[in-house]
Structure formats: C-alpha cells, structure tokens
DNA sequence: TTGAATTTTCAATATTTTTTGAAAATTCAA
DNA sequence: TTGAATTTTCAAAAAATATTGAAAATTCAA
C-alpha cells in the first residue's frame, strides 16, 4: 500500500472510531491526520487535505487544543498558525480520558451521589431497593472515577500497564 | 424526595449519559427504568411510562436482550412478555464493555494490524515515523482490548477492583 | 496607525440519527 | 384451525447533530 492510502486508511478509520463513542468525525479526523503528518500543518492544510470548511476545522482545532492533545507550533516569518499532534499516545490517551471523566461522569456522579442520600431513608421494600440498586451504581462509577484519576495524574502510562501484566 | 422523582431522575441522567458515549437515549432509559423497577414491566408500561413508541420500546428492547443486560421473564397466564434488568453492575458493565470492544474496536484493531504491517517497509523518514505512529497506538489498542478481555472473562469484577486498590 | 492576512463566530443548511405508527407477521388459547 | 392478542418491521417524519461559508473580529508587519 502507498504511504498516502495508509495515512488515508487511517483517517478514516479514526474518524468512524470516533464517531461511535460521541466524538466528532471532523475532530477525530483532524488529529488522525496531525498524528500521521510529520511536519506541522496550516489550517489551510487541513481543510485542503480532509476537504472540510474552514470553520469545522477551526472548531476541530479549537477543540484539540482544549484537551490538550494537539499544540500550536510557531514558524518563524509566518504569520499563520501550525499546529502538531501529542504523539504520545499515553498522554494524550489519558488526557483524553481525565477529559471525559470530568465533563461526562463526574456530573452523573454527582447525581448519583445525590439520588443515594434521596433514596437512604425510604424504608419501603420499593425504596429500600431502589436505593440498593443506586448505591451500587454510584459505587461503581466512583471506583470507576478514580481509577481513572489515577491513572491519569501518574506520570506516563507505567501503572496501567502493570495492571495490563497482572491480568495477563 | 419522592421515590417516583428519584426514579425519574435516574431514568433521565442515565439516558443523557448514554447519549455522549454513542448510546441511544432510549436503549439508556429503558435499561434505567427495569433498573428501578423491582418489578418485570411488560413493553406496554415502558411505552407508557417513557412516553416512547411502540417500534421504539421493541428496538430498545430486543437491543438490551441482545447485550445480554435485560432479561425476559414468563408470567404465568399472561401472554405478553415481562422484562427485568440484570441488577447486578459488574457483570452488565462487563458486558458492554466486552460487546463494545468486539464491535467497535476489534474491527479497528484489524485495520491497525494491516496498516502496522503495510507501513513496516517503507524506509523512507516519512515511512518511518508514520510506521512508528501506528505502531505505538496499535499497541496500545491490543492492550487496552485484551485488559477488556480478561477482566470480563474473570467471574465477577474482583480483578478490576483489586487493580483498583492497587491505584489507591 | 493602517490594512491585508488570518482567525473566529454563528445563522443557515445539510446530514445523520432517532422515533413514530400503522401494516405485516407471529403467536397461542380456545 | 381460527382470530384476537402481541410482536416485529420499516418507510416516513421528526429531532439532533454536524458542517458550511461569509461576515465580523482580531492580529501584526510595515
């Protein structure tokens, strides 16, 4: 296979990942091709390259640099800006995770937690159940949280990766 | 608060969560509603109580089954079927997390492989760095799919809770 | 400063996904 | 068998989400 039609391959193949687990194609798609791309790209260039608009590709940019998997790159006597993927895929992995954990779970978590103190009191078999089945959720997603937490601030992926050997 | 809001609540929450990770509001809502139901509801009370249609309820319905996270329940002189969920959260989350993994990220695993493999010869710099690329993520996509592996095959969630407190 | 280059915004449009509801298929008690 | 009850299917409609592109805002070299 040429170089290109791998770099194309997985593009694509990124973007349709991203889009089952709600994030967006145009997003998922910018960073694939940052990833691939050993020069940093020009707005220009992306839009060109992926055949988006010039304000999905903002936007996707945007988006990166908020969770802190893609940089900005200055290049000296040019006045527009590049940019560069994380190539780690560790950090940015766990960026991404720490991300989502916060702005997806942590508010579920927190209704959880919430819905558990509502429903402790209720001394009815309907109650007494439904508070059963909330605790054991909001434990779950906790431990969940956590985990996640932790693995996130440890430096580089080391930790999970002795857990990967431990169930192995 | 009243136990039907804290329902309620729960039902809601749990179908917005549902929506940012790829799943349908309704496929979330109905798994929400058995959850919180001590008792099997029939597709006419998920209907009613959803306020959801009919092709809706069924979908929603025959996907749980599919996951393996629903159950259907016989009662005795009634010819319409009866639900209840799996209340137990280690072996459901287990569960979709080990069918998400073979729909979603299995098929990706393949086409990393290939392009693993496909990128291998190239000796040119470009060639190199982008076989390094997908490479490393490759990796780290087997990893993360066999750790899914191996801890929804192990009985119960002990093994993700002792890494767990491994973390902590 | 000025104004050309560049980036950002966002209302309008397009696309994708979800939901509906009624018809068709199936089931099963009598 | 029969036919009423129940479930399933799926084309059409609605809703949600993503994308466009041009105008507004910003930046910065001269």
Redesign the pocket.
């Known amino acids: 296979m040429e170089l290109q039609a791998s770099k194309q391959k997985f593009i694509d193949t990124w973007g349709a990942l991203g889009?089952e687990w709600g994030i967006?194609?145009?997003?998922a798609q910018v960073q694939a091709l940052l990833l691939v791309s050993d020069n940093p790209l020009?707005?220009?260039a992306i839009m060109e390259t992926l055949?988006?608009?010039?304000?999905?590709a903002?936007?996707s940019?945007?988006q990166l640099l908020d969770y802190g998997i893609i940089y900005k790159k200055v290049i000296a006597g040019?006045?527009?800006?590049y940019f560069v993927a994380e190539k780690d895929i560790w950090k940015w992995a766990l960026k991404i995770a720490l991300m989502r954990k916060q702005k997806e779970i942590d508010p579920v978590l927190s209704v959880l937690t919430e819905l558990e103190a509502a429903t402790k009191k209720d001394k009815s078999a309907e109650g007494k159940a439904l508070h059963q089945t909330i605790h054991d959720i909001q434990t779950f997603t906790d431990q969940l949280s956590t985990l996640v937490e932790r693995v996130a601030g440890s430096t580089r992926g080391e930790l999970l990766l002795k857990l990967l050997k431990l169930v192995m």
């Open positions: 889009t967006n194609k145009s997003v020009s707005t220009d055949t988006i608009s010039r304000g999905n903002n936007m940019l945007r040019d006045r527009k800006e």
